[in-house]
């Protein structure tokens, strides 16, 4: 188990006399394990083998290549910082999830049919 959502800031500046910098961690996997603990690291290893696993799916559908590479950057921009916590790379984030999303919804309702 984590210690929860957003505690990293309030327990390592607790730790130190001066406040520190050390508002996040020094990458998402890091803070991920401190917050959401086991768990949530099994939470996004899932999501990344989700993501992997579209790709190699939607090779067909160029929207979800476009999506899934984007996804992918960012996801290896996470291994040296944290841009989930910044504003313009989560809503990137979060548009190319919702595209990588619906294009593999589409691509699912036309092997249906």
């Avoid at 996004?44 to 989700?50: A, G, K």
């Avoid at 999303?101 to 309702?109: C, D, P, Q, W």
């Amino acid at each position: 188990m984590g210690y929860g959502l957003g505690s990293w800031r309030t327990l390592f500046n607790a730790a130190y006399e001066y406040p520190t910098i050390l508002a996040q961690a020094h990458n998402e996997p890091v803070q991920v394990y401190f917050e959401l603990g086991f768990m949530g690291v099994l939470a996004m290893l899932l999501y990344i083998r989700f993501l992997i696993l579209g790709f190699i799916k939607a090779v067909k559908n160029s929207a979800g290549i476009y999506a899934s590479a984007g996804m992918v950057a960012v996801i290896l921009c996470s291994l040296g910082n944290f841009p989930f916590h910044l504003a313009g790379t989560a809503v990137l984030a979060v548009g190319w999830m919702a595209m990588f999303e619906l294009s593999m919804k589409n691509f699912k309702l036309l092997i249906a049919n």
